[in-house]
């Protein structure tokens, strides 16, 4: 479980002291730079690879909805399995659908509900973009010890578990 701010041991002037190469020394800011130094390598292999236009994060919805391919798949499963807004979600799709990857269709037991089916192009740039994300996890792993490896992963699960 996450402190209230009144829990706090660290003063917050401390938190942000400069130094030369990263700024500020917190867990979340260094979560977000190496968040967005992964994405770079993601974009860089799936330039490689002749999908330019997709993000990391429709990769993983590609994958999802991949898997999924043998049972109904809703935005709001893609919203939980993220752990993203509706809102994201929803232009995430929207641009997806866009560049022909998915299409939306109303289900007949309410027509409200609109099922994700991943297309045939949608099949294959997530081919290409699971090897984009395979070529970006062995060069992260590379740079850590097995040991390193699982001891991250471990707290990155600890971190993710409580915080949902």
């Known amino acids: 479980m996450c402190m209230q701010r ?3 041991t660290i003063p917050v002037e401390e938190m942000f002291k400069k130094t030369p190469k990263d700024l500020p020394q917190v867990v979340p800011a260094q979560i977000r730079r ?3 130094l992964i994405s770079r390598r993601v974009n860089y292999y799936s330039r490689l690879n002749g999908v330019e236009d997709v993000t990391a994060m429709h990769g993983w919805i590609l994958a999802y909805l991949y ?3 043998d049972r109904e798949v809703f ?3 893609v919203e939980r399995a993220f752990s993203i807004t509706r809102s994201t979600v929803t232009n995430i799709l929207q641009l997806m659908e866009k560049k022909g990857y998915i299409r939306r269709m109303s289900v007949p037991q309410d027509a409200r509900l609109k099922r ?3 297309t045939e192009e949608g ?3 997530h081919q290409q973009i699971m090897l984009s994300l395979r070529q970006t996890d062995q060069c992260i792993s590379s740079l850590l010890t097995e040991e390193e490896n699982t001891e991250l992963l471990r707290l990155l699960n600890k971190l993710r578990a409580g915080l949902e």
Do not use: G, M, P
């Open 75 to 77: 935005q709001r499963d």
């Open 34 to 36: 190496v968040n967005n």
């Open 116 to 118: 994700l089916v991943l």
């Open 67 to 69: 898997e999924s391919r």
């Open 123 to 125: 099949a294959q740039a």
């Open 6 to 8: 009144s829990e706090l």
